[in-house]
């Protein structure tokens, strides 16, 4: 009987923590057709590719600024350069901006929820 109660509330916890999960998080498919996946990691938002040519490569740090905003460093995983960051959630899409010189300029990209 402790057992099952046990299971029971293991199994409840698991889905509150999944029903409170950032809307961020989670894998994306990049305009390049590779996957990135977003997790929570210290106080913000890590993210890394998963597949393709630079699987396995961190290109980005986000903390969230409130309301499906995040700002941060994100990095082109072909030239090693890294840019000031903005991201923003709508439903299954994210939107990747990129920007040098002070948001002088920048270059954006839409991502689409696995």
């Known amino acids: 009987m402790f057992r099952k109660m046990s299971m029971a509330v293991a ?7 999944a029903a409170y999960a950032d809307p961020i998080e989670g894998n994306w498919k990049t ?3 590779s996957t990135a996946a977003i997790a929570s990691c210290g ?9 393709g040519k630079h699987a396995g490569k961190r290109i980005g740090t ?7 905003a995040y700002s941060g460093k994100i990095t082109d995983p072909a030239s090693d350069k890294t840019y000031t960051g903005k991201a923003s ?5 994210l939107k990747m901006k990129g920007c040098v010189l002070g948001g002088l300029i920048c270059k954006s990209q839409n991502w689409s929820k696995l």
């Open 43 to 51: 106080s913000g938002f890590c993210i890394t590719l998963t597949d």
């Open 89 to 93: 959630v709508a439903g299954s899409n």
């Open 62 to 68: 986000f903390n969230a600024d409130g309301a499906n």
């Open 11 to 17: 199994a409840t916890l698991m889905l509150a923590g």
């Open 31 to 33: 305009e390049s057709g």
